[in-house]
C-alpha cells in the first residue's frame, strides 16, 4: 500500500489553495478599464479636483490613473482592500509623498483651482490648509495646552497670551475634549487615554484653522466607546470641514461619510452616495468586495 509524504500533500493543497486564488483574482483585474470609475466621481461645488493621478514608487506604479473630485463640506470614506492604495492617495492631498524619495506624483491636483504641487508651493502653508491625522494617535511628549497651541505658535496665530488661549479652548471644546481637560491643561499629553490623545490629535489640527482634515484609519487603535466618540466628531466637524477618511470597516464608511469611493489594485472603482455603494453597488468588484467575497 502506497502512502503519501505528508509534506508534499501539503505542497499540493497550498499549489491548489495558489491557482483558486488567482482564478478568483486574475479576472477581477482584466475587468477594471484604467481611469474609468463608476458612479459619481465628481462634484458640483469641488474642493479638490483630481484628474488623471498617478503615483509611483519607483517603477512600481501604485496608483493608476485617478480622477476624482472630492466636495467641498463632505465626508468622503476611501474603502478597499489593504494595500489597494487608499493610504497612499490621501498622503497626496497634503504632500506627504514627498518624504518618500522614490515616490513620484504625477496628473493634477488642484486645491480651490490651485496646483499644490506646483514647484513654488508652501508645502508647510498646504499641510496648516489640509491637516492630518493619522492611523496611530500621536501627541507631542508636551502637555496638552502645548500640543493644541503647537500649530498656532508656529504659524504666528496669536499675538497674544489671551489669544492663544482662546485657540486652545475652542480646539479642544471642537474635538469634544474641553469638559475633560480643562482642570490639568499642564499635564503630559501622553497620560492620557487612547481615545483622548487621538481627539487631541484632532483638536491640534483643528488648531491652525484647516480647510480639509485627512483621517487615516483614525478609529483602528481605539475601543468601540472611544471610536464612537471619533465617529460623532466628524459628523460634528463636517459642518465645517471638509474630510477624508481612510477606513478598513464599511461600516464605519456607512455611519460617517455623504461618498464612499471603492479602491482595487491601485484603481478608483467606484465612487457613490454612500448610501447606494451599500445597497446596490454598480460595480461587480464593489458588491464582491463588501459582500465579503473577497479582500
Not at 472611544?226 to 470641514?241: C, D, F, G, K, Q
Request: hydrophobic share 35%.
Amino acid at each position: 500500500m502506497s502512502t503519501m509524504n505528508p509534506a508534499m500533500t501539503r505542497e499540493g493543497e497550498m499549489a491548489d489553495e495558489n491557482r483558486a486564488q488567482e482564478q478568483v483574482e486574475a479576472p477581477a483585474e482584466t475587468i477594471i478599464e484604467e481611469g474609468t470609475t463608476v458612479g459619481r466621481p465628481f462634484s458640483d461645488d469641488p474642493k479638490f479636483k483630481l484628474r488623471n493621478v498617478e503615483v509611483f514608487y519607483g517603477q512600481d506604479r501604485a496608483i493608476k490613473n485617478i480622477s476624482l473630485d472630492i466636495g467641498r463640506n463632505e465626508v468622503i470614506a476611501f474603502i478597499g482592500p489593504s494595500g489597494c492604495g487608499k493610504s497612499t492617495f490621501l498622503r497626496c492631498l497634503n504632500r506627504m509623498n514627498d518624504s518618500i524619495d522614490i515616490c513620484k506624483v504625477k496628473g493634477s491636483l488642484a486645491l480651490d483651482d490651485q496646483n499644490i504641487y506646483d514647484s513654488k508651493r508652501d508645502v508647510v502653508e498646504l499641510r496648516a490648509r489640509v491637516g492630518m491625522v493619522f492611523q496611530k494617535p500621536n501627541p507631542f511628549p508636551k502637555s496638552i495646552y502645548d500640543n493644541v497651541a503647537y500649530g498656532p505658535r508656529i504659524h504666528g496665530l496669536a499675538n497674544r497670551k489671551s489669544e492663544l488661549d482662546d485657540i486652545v479652548e475652542n480646539s479642544l471644546r471642537k474635538a469634544g475634549l474641553w469638559n475633560e481637560v480643562k482642570d490639568r491643561l499642564d499635564a503630559t499629553a501622553t497620560g492620557m487615554s487612547g481615545g483622548q490623545q487621538q481627539r487631541l490629535c484632532i483638536a491640534r489640527a483643528i488648531a491652525v484653522s484647516p480647510e480639509v482634515i485627512l483621517m487615516d484609519e483614525p478609529c483602528s487603535a481605539l475601543d468601540p466607546i472611544a471610536t464612537a466618540r471619533v465617529e460623532e466628531l466628524i459628523s460634528e466637524m463636517s459642518e465645517s470641514y471638509t474630510i477624508v477618511i481612510v477606513t478598513h470597516s464599511m461600516q464605519q464608511a456607512a455611519r460617517v461619510s455623504n461618498r464612499t469611493a471603492y479602491f482595487h489594485l491601485g484603481h478608483l472603482v467606484e465612487v457613490n452616495e454612500t448610501n447606494k455603494v451599500f445597497t446596490s453597488p454598480e460595480h461587480d468588484l464593489t458588491e464582491s468586495y463588501i459582500t465579503g467575497r473577497f479582500g
